[in-house]
T-cell receptor, first 116, second 110 residues
Framework: DTEVTQTPKHLVMGMTNKKSLKCEQH?????MYWYKQKAKKPPELMFV???????INESVPSRFSPECPNSSLLNLHLHALQPEDSALYLC???????????????FGAGSRLTVL | AQSVTQLGSHVSVSEGALVLLRCNYS??????LFWYVQYPNQGLQLLLK??????LVKGINGFEAEFKKSETSFHLTKPSAHMSDAAEYFC????????FGKGTSLLVTP
């Protein structure tokens, strides 16, 4: 299995809703990432988990709450979002985050979020 | 810190023509460089990577890139464009999490 699976593919939510995005990989990777991508822009790093511990939080607002229950799963909990948070949210994984050698990320297809 | 700059936000080529997408890097340490492709409404797919083993790197779908330290470049080429190559292309650099360039949108005309 060489895939990163993201669910749901599309999500529409109101500003008062609570929802979650899910990401799963079975490649034995120990680093997992959340990126946010606005239209016609490159992906922007949000969070990095390394060995199930949060390693990087790129000053993301607290209305986004990541969770890594185990080495295969990564969640992004959403609460009280704003319309400007509407974007494609990409999950990725790699063998490890730090250390020698190239860090090759495998991306999921993304979850497209619309906040009304 | 490592960063990449992609020259040209839009590139248009005719089907069968040479594709050249430009990427220059800035790094205080030997970089690892990547090209990813993103088709509409999809995630990113790795085209190729430079890991210092060879300066000319061959990737999927007929693409290749050459690492030139003297020019701090890692340009992506394909000898003959196909309609299916139309997509957004991102150059990226590590170590650590990927830092992406702004992307180049490739249009292929019949």
């Amino acid at each position: 299995d060489t895939e990163v699976t993201q669910t749901p593919k599309h999500l529409v939510m109101g500003m008062t809703n609570k929802k979650s995005l899910k990401c799963e990989q079975h490649m034995g990777h120990r680093a997992m990432y959340w990126y946010k991508q606005k239209a016609k822009k490159p992906p922007e790093l949000m969070f990095v988990y390394s060995y199930e511990k949060l390693s990087i939080n790129e000053s993301v607002p607290s209305r986004f709450s990541p969770e890594c229950p185990n080495s295969s799963l990564l969640n992004l909990h959403l609460h009280a979002l704003q319309p400007e948070d509407s974007a494609l949210y990409l999950c990725a994984s790699s063998h490890r985050f730090e250390g020698p050698g190239a860090n090759v990320l495998t991306f999921g297809a993304g979850s497209r979020l619309t906040v009304l | 810190a490592q960063s990449v700059t992609q020259l040209g936000s839009h590139v248009s080529v005719s089907e069968g023509a040479l594709v050249l997408l430009r990427c220059n890097y800035s790094s205080s340490v030997p970089p690892y460089l990547f090209w990813y492709v993103q088709y509409p409404n999809q995630g990113l797919q790795l085209l190729l990577k430079y890991t210092s083993a060879a300066t000319l790197v061959k990737g999927i779908n007929g693409f290749e890139a050459e690492f030139k330290k003297s020019e701090t470049s890692f340009h992506l080429t394909k000898p003959s464009a196909h309609m299916s190559d139309a997509a957004e292309y991102f150059c990226a650099v590590t170590p650590g999490a990927l830092n992406f360039g702004k992307g180049t949108s490739l249009l292929v005309t019949p």
